[in-house]
């Protein structure tokens, strides 16, 4: 149902037709009402649920006819992540498990840009590599549910109109099995954001913590105890577009052509005068190679993805754990004492002092090294899994992690 | 540039798989190495009969099928992986090489159809990285004649023709010396990779033919060994994965504290490296693959670069199997010693990657 089988020729004739109906080169209010009603917004969406079900390809071809005519506003769907992260994250996860009610209040405030900023309500002090293991309980009181627990890592906590909350619905299963994912309101009294100060002296990241705050039962995205399978859609979304990122966490470009990759490591030796060192430049041309092979990795992986599942992606991110640990490492004892000195209410100007610390990010953030070693060994080599004493056993029963302290700013 | 491999190229992998899977398996291997000679001269001749191999990337012109390094890349990742103990890397990739990148017509049509249809095995005589050139050229009675030692020549005991560096007095040049001529001895050598023979290779006035003008070869001779390194580091790429499959399959099935050591962190997370290892060197050794199909100028940097990182990331794989079996490991019964000592080998074959990490950075400028 909702899935169309227009040709990319067929899609670029539909567009022309519309828009030689609807356009009238004004972009305002009632333009933008057609174009949701219409399907244009997100094309790529069923045709049931405010797209037109039409394939990438085809919604590209018709894409081109609205540029050609000038008109703005549709197609929200084939940009990247980054331009919508909210489109992905919530639009995704509603569209393969939401119900129709939540589904007609959200998607359309997605797709005018009145539901744009949200935040994630996924780890929890004691629940990190073992995202599963979370602890925060939803519990059901009448047609509302009632949250309580703490959440961690949440960027955009303040500024968020909405949370994707993963929460525990039912103790007595598994612990996969008992968690509900939900969209919760975040301006309200039983929710507090503390930001968390990093090492960086930066703070983008905050604690959550949820006291008796209520989400209508009406807003959990899937059924109860479906949480887990409606988080990973959350996930992957999140995982492609870091995946597609080209710079280093600090937002230090990082140069990938044959020619330019050790640029900014020659340059922080010429400038040690160190250039000369054998020594110093083994480790510029390991490091070079490093990031210029997981460069060309990435893009044989780009390349299989389109034929299908590809495993060369998951590797990308284990490699890019070294490239920056170990190019942070050069430029901070080329920079030498220099790097003693580092700004806390200004990190921004001592970038190679922050690159040292922000490449953590990379080797902890989204599954560490770890946990990325575990899934590669086991999804990709196929060995067998180590042994899982929560395995089957209800949640209740199962030996939990705890926060050891609070780690947020009061 | 990195591409994606054919629809053709794909089933060229496959078929050299089959074959090799047909003609050199590890009972084979094994017999093989044992020999002085190295390899089965009727198996040679049916890979180049049946599949032309050795002619695969040699032009049309001079009696090859005209493919390019793609393919040839693919045909020695496969070989690499299956460990094949031939005279391949000195015939078609090394001696092969120095020809087609010399200016010399006369000695490509009449040495490369021979190389292309098996009939002729060269390989090449020259001084590694960082040892001393040997040999010496002398005009003798309107001829050149070769004096001196070339030790460790892949392959030198079953060549019917060696291509050998020499100092002319006036530049490093090439001279093309055939089996059998007076003054050349070889001398095969105990050797820690059996799987790749070499020879100790002696001239006393032997008569020999320059190839290009002489004392011209240096330039000839470079190009040649960017080009071996490309065709090694996807040899390499081969034997890697093949070592890590070899480890990752031991893991699954021995079983010791009631589970599979598959199941071991400890060991798991050293195989996830070692997977990073190889993808990543494999798309070290097919960028210079296609750097060299397009004969880019980026190929000298991509080949340094490829020779350093898959070398390393060969000896590292071949060395985690060893370990992943344990005491097994160590023993001659389980062949991950055989992965282990190709290896070594090919580290050492064309310059160590120390060496080759040096290049990169000269061949960038800085």
């Known amino acids: 149902m909702g899935k169309s089988t227009m040709s990319p020729d067929e899609a670029a004739e539909a567009a022309r037709s519309w828009l030689s109906d609807h356009w009238h080169g004004t972009d305002d209010a009632a333009w933008h009402d057609a174009l949701l009603s219409a399907g244009w917004a997100a094309p790529t969406w069923p045709a049931d649920t405010y797209g037109r079900g039409l394939s990438r390809e085809a919604a590209r071809a018709a894409a081109d006819e609205f540029r050609a005519a000038g008109a703005p506003g549709g197609f929200l769907d084939l940009a990247s992540f980054h331009e919508h992260p909210w489109l992905h994250l919530l639009g995704n996860p509603l569209l393969a498990f939401g119900s129709a009610e939540i589904k007609e209040y959200f998607l359309p405030r997605l797709l005018n840009g009145e539901v744009s900023v949200g935040c994630l309500l996924y780890s929890e002090p004691g629940a990190g590599s073992d995202l599963a293991g979370v602890q925060t309980r939803a519990e059901l009181d009448g047609d509302t549910y009632v949250v309580n627990g703490q959440k961690i890592w949440t960027t955009g906590g303040h500024q968020a109109k909405y949370g994707l909350l993963l929460a525990r619905t039912d103790w007595d299963v598994p612990k996969h099995a008992g968690l509900s994912f939900f969209v919760i309101d975040m301006q309200q009294p039983g929710i507090e954001v503390r930001p968390i100060r990093q090492i960086t002296g930066d703070t983008e990241f905050n604690e959550v913590f949820l006291t008796d705050a209520r989400v209508p039962a009406a807003w959990m995205i899937g059924a109860p105890g479906q949480g887990w399978k409606a988080l990973q859609i959350a996930l992957a979304a999140e995982r492609t577009g870091m995946g597609s990122m080209s710079s280093s966490m600090s937002g230090t470009a990082i140069k990938t052509g044959l020619r330019d990759a050790a640029d900014d490591l020659v340059e922080a030796a010429r400038r040690a005068g160190r250039l000369d060192d054998p020594q110093t430049r083994q480790e510029i041309v390991r490091i070079m190679s490093w990031r210029l092979t997981n460069a060309w990795t990435g893009r044989r992986a780009a390349a299989e993805i389109k034929r299908g599942p590809s495993s060369l992606a998951s590797l990308g991110k284990l490699a890019m754990s070294r490239i920056l640990h170990a190019g942070a490492d050069f430029t901070y004892r080329m920079q030498g004492e220099e790097s003693l000195v580092y700004d806390y209410d200004n990190p921004l100007a001592c970038p190679v002092d922050r690159d040292l610390m922000f490449a953590f990010i990379n080797s902890i953030g989204g599954g560490s090294d770890q946990i990325q070693r575990n899934i590669i060994s086991e999804r990709v080599l196929g060995l067998p899994k180590g042994y899982e004493p929560d395995k089957g056993v209800p949640f209740r029963d199962v030996r939990k992690g705890a926060a050891t302290r609070s780690v947020s700013q009061a | ?366």
């Not at chain 2, 009972?27 to 009969?49: F, H, I, N």
């Open chain 2, 1 to 366: 540039m990195i591409r994606e491999f054919t629809e053709e190229q794909d089933e060229l992998r496959t078929t050299v798989r089959k074959f090799l899977s047909d003609h050199s398996d590890e009972t084979e291997v094994r017999r093989l190495m044992d020999t002085e000679q190295g390899y089965d001269p009727e198996v040679w001749q049916t890979m180049a009969a049946q599949l032309g191999l050795q002619g695969i990337a040699i032009p049309e012109e001079y009696g090859g099928q005209g493919f390019g390094w793609p393919e040839l890349g693919i045909v020695l990742e496969e070989m690499g992986r299956a460990l094949l103990c031939a005279p391949f890397f000195s015939s078609v990739v090394l001696a092969a090489n120095t020809l087609l990148a010399s200016e010399d017509t006369d000695a490509k049509q009449r040495f490369l159809p021979g190389i292309a249809d098996g009939s002729v095995i060269a390989t090449l005589a020259f001084p590694r990285p960082g040892t001393p050139l040997r040999v010496k050229a002398e005009q003798a009675d309107g001829g050149w004649r070769l004096t001196g030692t070339a030790p460790l020549v892949t392959d030198a005991h079953v060549a019917q023709l060696l291509l050998v560096a020499a100092d002319t007095g006036d530049g490093l040049g090439l001279f093309a010396v055939e089996a059998g001529t007076d003054g050349l001895r070889t001398t095969l050598r105990p050797t820690l990779d059996q799987t790749r023979k070499l020879a100790d290779v002696e001239l006393t006035g032997a008569a020999a033919t320059p190839l290009g003008e002489p004392g011209n070869g240096a330039k000839t001779l470079a190009r040649a060994l960017d080009l071996a390194a490309v065709g090694l580091a996807a040899e390499q790429v081969g034997g890697a994965q093949a070592a890590l499959d070899m480890g990752v399959e031991y893991m699954k099935v021995r079983v010791q504290f009631g589970q599979p050591i598959g199941a071991f962190q400890a060991l798991k997370h050293m195989a996830a490296d070692a997977l990073v290892e190889v993808e990543t060197a494999r798309s070290a050794a097919y960028y210079a693959l296609f750097a060299a199909e397009d004969d880019s100028d980026e190929l000298p940097v991509a080949a340094s670069l490829a020779a350093a990182y898959c070398t390393d990331a060969f000896v590292s794989t071949a060395h985690q199997n060893i370990q992943f079996h344990g005491g097994m490991g160590f023993t001659w019964e389980i062949p991950a010693h055989l992965y282990f000592k190709r290896a070594r080998s090919s580290q050492l074959l064309l310059g160590e990657p120390e060496y080759h990490r040096a290049q990169v950075a000269e061949r960038l400028g800085f």
